[in-house]
Structures are given as structure tokens and as C-alpha cells.
């Protein structure tokens, strides 16, 4: 029948990781997690993985200049997330 379109955004914040060479990277990890998931997932309940179309992967790091005060989580974790659209 017809197909799945899904556009993929994710964000870091400026907070350094540790864990990932760059915020940058782990924008791009996040999103690309994210897809592999929701392809998985539509695989699993029988859609074809010909009919999903990833129209696009956005991702990048967001939010206030990083002070120092990483503890300071209500600052930066909104900036530090995958939104999922499907068309």
C-alpha cells in the first residue's frame, strides 16, 4: 500500500560529554539511534522496510553557552533530545 515518511530531530547540549568525542556527535548518535529503532519497530509489525522513507535526519547541539555548572540540569537538559515526525 501506501508508505511511512519520518523526519528525525535530535539535539545535545552544550554541557562536554565525556562519552562521545563532540556534543555534535552525540546529536548525530541520538538521531540515528532513534531511526534504527522506529524502523526496527514498524519491521517488526510488518511494514515493508522499502515503504519508509527517512526524509530527513536533523541534528544538532542547542541551547546556552556552557558555564560550568553542568549540575545545573533544569539549564540544559531540555536541550537534550530525539523528536520523531511522520508524515
Known amino acids: 500500500t501506501g508508505t511511512v515518511k519520518i523526519a528525525f530531530e535530535s539535539s545535545a547540549s552544550s554541557v562536554p560529554t565525556k562519552t562521545h568525542k563532540t556534543n555534535t556527535s552525540l546529536a548525530f548518535k541520538r538521531a540515528n539511534a532513534a531511526k534504527e529503532k522506529v524502523i526496527a519497530s514498524l519491521v517488526a ?11 530527513n535526519i536533523n541534528s544538532k547541539v542547542r541551547g ?3 558555564n560550568g ?3 545545573n540540569t533544569s539549564v540544559y537538559k531540555k536541550y537534550q533530545y530525539v523528536t520523531i515526525r511522520v508524515h
Open 45 to 55: 509489525k510488518g511494514i515493508a522496510k522499502d515503504k519508509i522513507i527517512v526524509l
Open 64 to 66: 546556552p553557552k556552557y
Open 69 to 71: 555548572d553542568y549540575k
